[in-house]
């Protein structure tokens, strides 16, 4: 089984460093930074094996990023499966967002990948009606596929922090927040302001309908014209949904809207996490470290050059034993190992 030394895990890091700061968009954001952390999500649904279905709608715009990582892989590909480049190159994405609190996510190698990575055809179960889904499709959608409660689920939706959605790709569009490039508690202090006045739109009228939320106004702006096409800072009903109990139609329309809602279930934990940036870093860490081991067993991933019982960093370690109290919790009856796909995906 492939597995890189130490050394050849800081080569990786810098060269995806290099990769990360290779690209800038129109506004001079990085791209890559989202684009890698989305990447690293979704090769972990239906469990983490460098393989993509890029015939589902739901991964959606992933090609670019997919095909050119591919570039920086070819180097590495004698030394490290595609499934843990993946996951390095989400973990560097994080990194290079982050200022004040940097996420502690311990890098784990031992993913293996599908026969035909980085290419698949197998249906990954997304969630229910993707950003036009309500909190009850959020939560059961985390618990099925990563056995994570609703406090990691809130924790892990901050990463919408960064990057931005396409019309080209999901066919919303947007930033959720005024610095797609830093990641940082944005989102939820975002979410919670009043000021910004969150109104929900339709921005496809004309074809599948697209409601998203936007800002009514800038921040101490006066009130603006609604966004037609969207562009500015949105959120989708899967992202609002966490602080207001929002009911959506077939078509994404919410029955409420921002000031009539009522409080959603979740709204005390994205306060915590909107007053205390260091405690979201911390829960969102331990979250990604979770969502990234799907499919396999605490033996079957190590820090590279150690073996997992042996390594001496006490936070790490905390993760570790999270992360297999959850696998062990999540193990199908008969103690089989999940490696890769689950049966009858
Ligand atoms: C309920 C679950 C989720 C839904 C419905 C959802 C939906 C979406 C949608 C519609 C987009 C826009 C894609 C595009 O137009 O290119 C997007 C982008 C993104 N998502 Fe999610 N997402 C979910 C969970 C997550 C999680 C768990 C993570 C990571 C931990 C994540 C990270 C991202 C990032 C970083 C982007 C920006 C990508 C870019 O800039 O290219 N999402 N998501």
Not at 179 to 199: G, H, Q, S, T, V
Request: glycine share 12%; hydrophobic share 35%; net charge negative.
């Amino acid at each position: 089984q492939l597995s890189p030394t130490p050394d050849q895990v800081i080569e990786m890091r810098a060269a995806l460093e290099q990769h990360i700061e290779g690209l800038t968009g129109p506004g001079g954001d990085h791209p890559r930074i989202g684009g890698l952390v989305r990447l690293a999500f979704h090769d972990c649904v239906g469990g983490c094996d460098g393989c993509v279905n890029l015939a589902n709608p739901d991964n959606a715009g992933l090609r670019p990023y997919i095909r050119d990582l591919e570039v920086v892989y070819a180097n590495f590909d004698d030394v490290i499966s595609r499934a843990d480049f993946w996951q390095l190159a989400g973990l560097e994405a994080l990194d290079r967002a982050s200022e004040t609190d940097s996420p502690d996510i311990p890098f784990l190698v031992g993913r293996v990948d599908c026969s035909t990575s980085p290419d698949t055809s197998d249906l990954e179960a997304f969630p229910t009606n993707g950003g036009h889904g309500n909190l009850g499709n959020v939560l059961d959608f985390f618990q099925s596929e990563f056995n994570l409660g609703e406090r990691d689920a809130v924790a892990l939706l901050g990463a919408h922090t960064l990057g931005r959605a396409r019309t080209g790709a999901s066919g919303f569009n947007g930033p959720w927040v005024g610095n797609p490039d830093l990641f940082d508690n944005a989102y939820y202090r975002d979410l919670l302001n009043e000021n910004l006045m969150w109104i929900q739109t339709n921005i496809n009228p004309t074809g599948e309908d697209r409601w998203q939320w936007v800002h009514g106004r800038a921040p101490g702006g006066p009130r603006g014209k609604r966004q037609v096409a969207g562009g500015g800072p949105m959120m989708l009903n899967s992202d609002m949904c966490l602080v207001k109990d929002i009911t959506v139609d077939s078509d994404g329309r919410s029955s409420c809207n921002y000031f009539s809602c009522a409080d959603s279930p979740t709204l005390s934990i994205v306060e915590e996490y909107a007053n205390n940036n260091a405690l979201w870093v911390s829960e969102y860490s331990r979250a990604h470290a979770i969502m990234t081991s799907n499919g396999y067993n605490s033996d079957d991933l190590r820090i590279p050059g150690t073996n997992v019982d042996d390594d001496s960093d006490e936070e790490e370690e905390e993760i570790i034993e999270a992360i297999e109290a959850i696998l062990a919790a999540g193990r199908p009856q008969g103690g089989q190992p999940r490696r890769g796909r689950r049966p009858g995906r």
